[in-house]
């Protein structure tokens, strides 16, 4: 079993920043792409960013300038630098994992976390 935790949300004022981080745990043999999503209201889940194992990165468009991904492949976690906060930002913003398991057979999995909200708001 994998799990994917998310922390780091939560209330910020327009202009503001926050960092989210997302840890994986469980049986993982190693991590490929890990991405972060979010999910406003209304609206269909979308890409934030994604970073590979050898520290690639791309971004929405969007959002270039604003939000950096990283990684530490050494603590299978992922983080979420988001800068110049707007209410647009407001979203539910869920961590994504690619992660072969430690299993006798190479076996791989998409895993999700529970997701943390964000909210952008004076």
């Known amino acids: 079993q994998v799990q994917l935790v998310e922390s780091g949300g939560g209330l910020v004022q327009p202009g503001g920043s926050l960092r989210l981080s997302c840890a994986a745990s469980g049986s993982i043999f190693s991590i490929n792409t890990m991405a972060w999503y979010r999910q406003a209201p209304g609206k269909q889940r979308e890409l934030v960013a994604r970073?590979?194992?050898?520290?690639?990165?791309n971004y929405a468009d969007s959002l270039k300038g604003r939000f950096t991904i990283s990684r530490d492949n050494a603590k299978n976690t992922v983080y979420l630098q988001m800068n110049s906060l707007k209410p647009e930002d407001t979203a539910v913003y869920y961590c994504?994992?690619?992660?072969?398991?430690?299993?006798?057979?190479?076996?791989?999995?998409?895993?999700w976390g529970q997701g943390t909200q964000v909210t952008v708001s004076s």
């Open positions: 970073i590979t194992s050898g520290g690639s990165t």
């Open positions: 994504n994992a690619v992660i072969r398991l430690r299993v006798s057979v190479p076996t791989f999995g998409d895993y």
